[in-house]
């Protein structure tokens, strides 16, 4: 390699990680720290379990990306259009990031505004499989543990600025930015704009540097039940000449769960169990992204040393500590939200981004979407169950437990999930076997 082609994948790879800073608006706002929130405290009328309502619709969301992942993956591998597809769910994320902005704090709005949450999940969930199926293009082995978290720690670093953003220019500024008021909450929303554009400008690098890749010669031309039989014989090849792989895409679509679940309801826990304001949630998503950030770049270096199944067990116990001791010491009041909440977010960026660092060292070439598309589909085949354990948890809580107030009770379902995935794990082979051409 030249020094000139050298220099060219360098730029290649600081745009692909760079995506992670553009998209962050999604995970950020959307997901965690503003929109949620907003909708349960703002949106939702009076007497509507808002915490349980957003469980259902993440269950849903879960339900029908299970059914397009894997059809994805595939189909961007054959057609070369593996980034063509990035960009376009890219760009319908900025649509629903606009479309938020029109859930005004109504309760005739709560219905609608759940259904942008939940379609928000699916097509963001729908572009990470492309993305992913990149990081192998752009890196080597290896430096392909510390690509991965620089770009994991990139797009914690986005999280901060935005929420900085929202919250000095927006949330609490006297006179909001562009003199926009706070009528109907409109300074909040507004936020939700600024976030579209975000992603809009920062996109432009990768769309720029990062190539397509070619076309293969002979494309497969499946139908969608045809690409189902073949990911079901993948599955079944799987078993047969790789288990330790398939045993992980079992155990780590679990546990990743578990991981979505600790920041999709994070800051829901916060607002309705700690009783949080929306500013105070930011100040934490704030703290918690830095954490997160240093998490992540801590974590890859270590994944390049140690490999990346032993830094998924250590963050996986490190998480179901911290999340046993947020129940658990729930009487002492916000302190234990800013410790515990902290020391989950410490964890949770190096297990994301190892997981996916873990798959790429056993994907053969030309074949990343579609083993990428297979790790969101056992993913997502199972993403239901962070909702349903969340709103499950509370459930059961309200009926044998009693009270006004039952959140707190959602985090069992959660650690419930990462215990099950750490098990799966430790039952992995620390080196899973390369993943044959057919």
Same mark, same amino acid.
């Given at each position: 390699?030249?020094?000139?082609?050298?220099?060219?994948?360098?730029?290649?790879?600081?745009?692909?990680?760079?995506?992670?800073?553009?998209?962050?608006?999604?995970?950020?706002?959307?997901?965690?720290?503003?929109?949620?929130?907003?909708?349960?405290?703002?949106?939702? %009328?009076?007497?509507?379990?808002?915490?349980?309502? #957003? $469980?259902? *619709?993440?269950? @849903?969301?879960? &339900?029908?990306?299970? +059914?397009?992942?894997?059809?994805?993956?595939?189909?961007?591998?054959?057609?070369?259009?593996?980034?063509?597809?990035?960009?376009?769910?890219?760009?319908?994320?900025?649509?629903?990031?606009?479309?938020?902005?029109?859930?005004?704090?109504?309760?005739?709005?709560?219905?609608?505004?759940?259904?942008?949450?939940?379609?928000?999940?699916?097509?963001?969930?729908?572009?990470?499989?492309?993305?992913?199926?990149?990081?192998?293009?752009?890196?080597?082995?290896?430096?392909? %543990?510390?690509?991965?978290?620089?770009?994991?720690? #990139? $797009?914690? *670093?986005?999280? @901060?600025?935005? &929420?900085?953003?929202? +919250?000095?220019?927006?949330?609490?500024?006297?006179?909001?930015?562009?003199?926009?008021?706070?009528?109907?909450?409109?300074?909040?929303?507004?936020?939700?704009?600024?976030?579209?554009?975000?992603?809009?400008?920062?996109?432009?690098?990768?769309?720029?540097?990062?190539?397509?890749?070619?076309?293969?010669?002979?494309?497969?031309?499946?139908?969608?039940?045809?690409?189902?039989?073949?990911?079901?014989?993948?599955?079944?090849?799987?078993?047969?000449?790789?288990?330790?792989?398939?045993?992980?895409?079992?155990?780590?679509?679990?546990?990743?769960?578990?991981?979505?679940?600790?920041?999709?309801?994070?800051?829901?826990?916060?607002?309705?169990?700690?009783?949080?304001?929306?500013?105070?949630?930011?100040?934490?998503?704030?703290?918690?992204?830095?954490?997160?950030?240093?998490?992540?770049?801590?974590?890859?270096?270590?994944?390049?040393?140690?490999?990346?199944?032993?830094?998924?067990?250590?963050?996986?116990?490190?998480?179901?500590?911290?999340?046993?001791?947020?129940?658990?010491?729930?009487?002492?009041?916000?302190?234990?939200?800013?410790?515990?909440?902290?020391?989950?977010?410490?964890?949770?960026?190096?297990?994301?981004?190892?997981?996916?660092?873990?798959?790429?060292?056993?994907?053969?070439?030309?074949?990343?979407?579609?083993?990428?598309?297979?790790?969101?589909?056992?993913?997502?085949?199972?993403?239901?169950?962070?909702?349903?354990?969340?709103?499950?948890?509370?459930?059961?809580?309200?009926?044998?437990?009693?009270?006004?107030?039952?959140?707190?009770?959602?985090?069992?379902?959660?650690?419930?999930?990462?215990?099950?995935?750490?098990?799966?794990?430790?039952?992995?082979?620390?080196?899973?076997?390369?993943?044959?051409?057919?």
């Amino acid at each position: 390699m030249t020094s000139k082609d050298a220099s060219t994948k360098k730029r290649g790879t600081f745009a692909w990680a760079l995506w992670d800073w553009a998209e962050q608006p999604y995970p950020t706002i959307m997901q965690t720290f503003i929109f949620p929130v907003y909708l349960a405290t703002a949106v939702a %009328g009076a007497g509507v379990q808002a915490d349980a309502q #957003l $469980g259902i *619709a993440m269950t @849903i969301a879960g &339900l029908l990306l299970a +059914l397009i992942a894997p059809v994805l993956g595939r189909r961007s591998d054959d057609n070369g259009r593996r980034k063509y597809w990035l960009m376009f769910n890219t760009y319908l994320l900025v649509g629903i990031m606009i479309g938020s902005f029109f859930i005004k704090p109504s309760p005739e709005y709560f219905l609608i505004g759940l259904v942008l949450y939940g379609a928000g999940s699916v097509i963001q969930e729908a572009a990470l499989i492309n993305y992913y199926a990149m990081l192998k293009s752009v890196t080597t082995e290896k430096n392909i %543990g510390r690509v991965s978290g620089y770009a994991w720690a #990139l $797009g914690y *670093a986005g999280g @901060i600025v935005l &929420l900085a953003i929202s +919250l000095v220019g927006f949330i609490m500024a006297e006179v909001p930015w562009f003199g926009i008021g706070t009528e109907e909450s409109v300074n909040i929303r507004a936020v939700f704009l600024f976030s579209a554009v975000w992603t809009l400008v920062f996109t432009i690098p990768l769309m720029l540097r990062v190539p397509e890749i070619a076309k293969k010669p002979n494309a497969r031309k499946e139908t969608i039940l045809q690409s189902y039989a073949s990911i079901w014989a993948q599955l079944k090849s799987l078993r047969a000449q790789a288990p330790e792989t398939l045993k992980f895409l079992i155990s780590s679509a679990i546990y990743r769960d578990g991981l979505a679940g600790v920041f999709t309801f994070g800051a829901v826990l916060g607002s309705l169990a700690f009783g949080f304001t929306q500013t105070e949630i930011i100040i934490f998503g704030i703290a918690a992204n830095i954490v997160s950030g240093l998490g992540a770049v801590i974590g890859g270096r270590l994944d390049d040393v140690f490999g990346s199944r032993t830094i998924i067990i250590a963050s996986l116990i490190g998480l179901i500590i911290a999340g046993s001791c947020v129940f658990f010491f729930y009487d002492y009041g916000v302190i234990t939200y800013w410790i515990g909440g902290l020391a989950l977010c410490l964890f949770v960026g190096p297990a994301q981004a190892s997981s996916r660092t873990f798959v790429s060292r056993f994907t053969p070439a030309g074949r990343e979407g579609e083993v990428f598309g297979l790790y969101q589909f056992t993913g997502r085949a199972v993403s239901f169950m962070s909702g349903a354990m969340w709103t499950l948890s509370i459930t059961i809580a309200a009926v044998f437990v009693g009270g006004e107030n039952n959140t707190i009770w959602g985090i069992w379902g959660l650690m419930i999930i990462l215990i099950v995935g750490l098990f799966l794990l430790t039952r992995v082979h620390p080196r899973p076997e390369v993943l044959e051409e057919k």
